[in-house]
Every structure is written in structure tokens, then in C-alpha cells.
């Protein structure tokens, strides 16, 4: 089982910075990657960021350049930092956690927060 504690989003102006954060707990053997995804209103979700173990990241086209991603990995605990935020970052965010729930499975498993709100708008 994982638990994900996720920090608060919230209404920001056009600009401004944001800094999410993600910290995984729980009983699980390894995490493989962690990051966010984004889901804007009458919009599929899309990747937004996304850090591996060993520090890859990948970051969705409208983001690079303004958002970055890092990880602590003794803390299990991933941060996104945002900024020039655009109202088309209006999105509900939510964290995900790829990892393996021992060191005996054979595939890794993807789990989700809740997701936060994060609004972008003068």
C-alpha cells in the first residue's frame, strides 16, 4: 500500500510561481518514477512532469523552460517547482507514483493522488 500526501494548489495569477510537492509512504519495495499529470476542464489527461529514480526527467512541450521537477529520494518526496504560470495551466494536478510493491514483482504499479486544483487567472 502507498499513501500519497500531496501540498495544497490554489489560485494564482498569471506569472506567479507554484511549488507542489508529493511525499510517498507506505509499504512498497522501490519506486521507479514519480511526477505529475494535469487534467484541465473538457480535456484528457496529459503528462506534465516526470522524474525517474535516477533522475531522467521528461516534461510536457508547453511546460519546458517554466516548470522544473526534483526528487528526494531519502524522503520519497517529489517537488514541481512551477513558474510564469499561464492561465492554461488551469488544471486539477495530480501526483503519480510508479513503483514496485516488492522485490520479487515482475512489473512496477502506478498509483495516484487526489489531485489539487490549481488555478491561473488575473
Known amino acids: 500500500q502507498v499513501q500519497l500526501v500531496e501540498s495544497e494548489g490554489g489560485l494564482m495569477q498569471p506569472g506567479g510561481s507554484l511549488r507542489l510537492s508529493c511525499a510517498a509512504s507506505g509499504s512498497f519495495f522501490s519506486i521507479n518514477a514519480m511526477g505529475w499529470y494535469r487534467r484541465a476542464p473538457g480535456k484528457e489527461r496529459e503528462l506534465v512532469a516526470r522524474?525517474?529514480?535516477?533522475?531522467?526527467?521528461n516534461y510536457a512541450d508547453s511546460v519546458k523552460g517554466r516548470f522544473t521537477i526534483s526528487r528526494d529520494n531519502a524522503k520519497n518526496t517529489a517537488y514541481l517547482q512551477m513558474n510564469s504560470l499561464k492561465p492554461e495551466d488551469t488544471a486539477v494536478y495530480y501526483c503519480?507514483?510508479?513503483?514496485?510493491?516488492?522485490?520479487?514483482?515482475?512489473?512496477?504499479?502506478?498509483?495516484w493522488g487526489q489531485g489539487t486544483q490549481v488555478t491561473v487567472s488575473s
Open positions: 503519480n507514483v510508479n513503483y514496485r510493491r516488492s522485490y520479487f514483482a515482475s512489473k512496477t504499479t502506478d498509483y
Open positions: 522524474i525517474t529514480n535516477s533522475g531522467s526527467t
